[in-house]
C-alpha cells in the first residue's frame, strides 16, 4: 500500500523536475509522469520520487489537516506512555 501525502510545488526545475514541500520537508521529483502541466502553488502525489497526480488545493489542505491530527494524536499517545 502506497500512502501519498500532497505535496506544493514551490520551483519548477529545467528537465521536467520541481521541487515541492511536503509538510515542511523540501525535495526535487520527476514530472515526467504528470498527465497534466503543473505550475508554482500546485499540489501533487507523489510516488517513488515522481509526481503523478495534481489535486485541487482544497483537497490538498483538507488531506493535510487530517494528517496534522493524525501526528498530533500519535504524538499524545507517544507520551502517555
Known sequence: ???SIPSKIVE???D???IV???GV????????MPEPVEVGDYVLIHVGYA???MSEEDALESLKIYEEIIQKLE???NQS
Open 52 to 54: 503523478m497526480t495534481k
Open 16 to 18: 521536467n523536475f520541481a
Open 26 to 33: 523540501k525535495r526535487k521529483v520527476s514530472l515526467d509522469l
Open 12 to 14: 519548477i526545475l529545467p
Open 1 to 3: 500500500m502506497c500512502l
Open 76 to 78: 499524545e499517545e507517544e
Open 21 to 23: 514541500d511536503t509538510m
